[in-house]
Structures are given as C-alpha cells and as structure tokens.
T-cell receptor, first 114, second 114 residues
Framework: ETGVTQTPRHLVMGMTNKKSLKCEQHLGHNAMYWYKQSAKKPLELMFVYSLEERVENNSVPSRFSPECPNSSHLFLHLHTLQPEDSALYLC?????????????FGPGTRLTVL | DAKTTQPPSMDCAEGRAANLPCNHSTISGNEYVYWYRQIHSQGPQYIIHGLKNNETNEMASLIITEDRKSSTLILPHATLRDTAVYYCIVRVAGRGSTLGRLYFGRGTQLTVWP
C-alpha cells in the first residue's frame, strides 16, 4: 500500500468509447505523474503536474487528456484510442516536482483497446 | 541523465544474498543513484538511493564504488516475494522540465527460487 490508488484496475474499451482513469494520492504530495508501460518497453513518462499545473507533456497524442483538479487527484481522459494504446497506465506522486524526491506509484490500470 | 547498464536477468536462491550490479560510467558529480523494483503487474516501488556513501535501509543496501562508476544493490536475505524487475536510475539533483523524470530502462529480472 503506497498511498496512491488508481481506478479502475482493469478497463476494456472500444476505439470509439470515452473513458477516464482516476488517480488519488493520500500522501499530501504536490506533484503527480502519468506513465505508460507497454509490453516489453520501458516506462514512458506522459504528463507531470505540480500544484495542479501541467509542467510537462511528452509529445503525447491529444486522444489522451489529463486533468488535475487539485493536488490529490489526477485524471486521464481517453477518447478514440487505438489498439496500440493498450498498456499499463501508472500514476505516481512525489512531495515536490524535483528529481530528488521519491516517487510513489499506484498499482496501475491495465487498459485494453479493442 | 547518465545511462545505466544492468544485466537482463539474475537468479538467486531463497535466503541467500542477491547482489544486483549496475554500471553508470558516465555519471556526473551531482547525479544520484536510485533503485526501484517492479513486481509483475504492479507499480514500481522505491527501494533506496545514494550519492557517494553506501546506504542501508530496511529493504536493502546500496554500495557505490569510490569512482561512482558502478553500484550494487544488495538484498541480504532474498525471499520469493523479491522476484521482480530491478531498475537502476541516475538522476541529476534539482528542479526542471527534464529533471523530474525517471528513466527506467530495461532493468534486471531477478528470480528468487526455493
């Protein structure tokens, strides 16, 4: 139990669906992250939020839309995804947006796009 | 950030020490060495980090060579639950758009057998 929860844990969606992934951290951290982990590939950083402001967007397609309404919650809105978007999506948080702070990860959402 | 090199896989008998090596020959003076692990289908978990001195916590020990070009993560009494992919990461201290990211690479698959 890391203090970072993600829902749902598993999601199957069609290419025309719209769905959202939710992340919540109970650690009082100011920075939150979305990562993508595809099969047999390293983790890829997608977005970084610091105090609800997006500070990094790593050339992620617009079909992924993040939202950070407050420092405890982070969403990833999904629409018109492709089968190659099937992956494990991980949320993480850290005290501040610095490289020193330890990042705490949630269990991930296993997404399958049909 | 400096790149790291790790063996793709290692085996260890339960109850024995697991020694996981990492080469980071291009590490610079302000880069820390971090270790995370990822148990199958879970989010990565922070283990330990260090700059120059050896470090120990309840999970593991980190031995950094004097020239800082390599390090070893030691799990003193490996258990079956330590079976995971172990990632060695070097990161520059400070804030910034590229400093907050963790580059996980391929890591080392450690398998602990009974």
């Amino acid at each position: 139990e890391t203090g970072v929860t993600q829902t749902p844990r598993h999601l199957v969606m069609g290419m025309t669906n719209k769905k959202s992934l939710k992340c919540e951290q109970h650690l009082g951290h100011n920075a939150m992250y979305w990562y993508k982990q595809s099969a047999k590939k390293p983790l890829e950083l997608m977005f970084v939020y610091s105090l609800e402001e997006r500070v990094e967007n790593n050339s992620v397609p617009s079909r992924f839309s993040p939202e950070c309404p407050n420092s405890s919650h982070l969403f990833l809105h999904l629409h018109t995804l492709q089968p190659e978007d099937s992956a494990l999506y991980l949320c993480a948080s850290s005290q501040e947006w610095t490289s020193i702070d330890t990042q705490y990860f949630g269990p991930g959402t296993r997404l399958t796009v049909l | 950030d400096a790149k790291t090199t790790q063996p793709p896989s290692m085996d260890c008998a339960e109850g024995r020490a697991a020694n996981l090596p990492c080469n980071h020959s291009t590490i610079s003076g302000n880069e820390y060495v971090y270790w995370y692990r990822q148990i199958h289908s879970q989010g990565p978990q922070y283990i330990i980090h260090g700059l120059k001195n050896n470090e120990t916590n309840e999970m593991a020990s980190l031995i950094i060579t004097e020239d800082r070009k390599s390090s070893t993560l030691i799990l003193p009494h490996a258990t079956l639950r330590d079976t995971a992919v172990y990632y060695c990461i070097v990161r520059v201290a400070g804030r910034g758009s590229t400093l907050g990211r963790l580059y996980f690479g391929r890591g080392t698959q450690l398998t602990v057998w009974p």
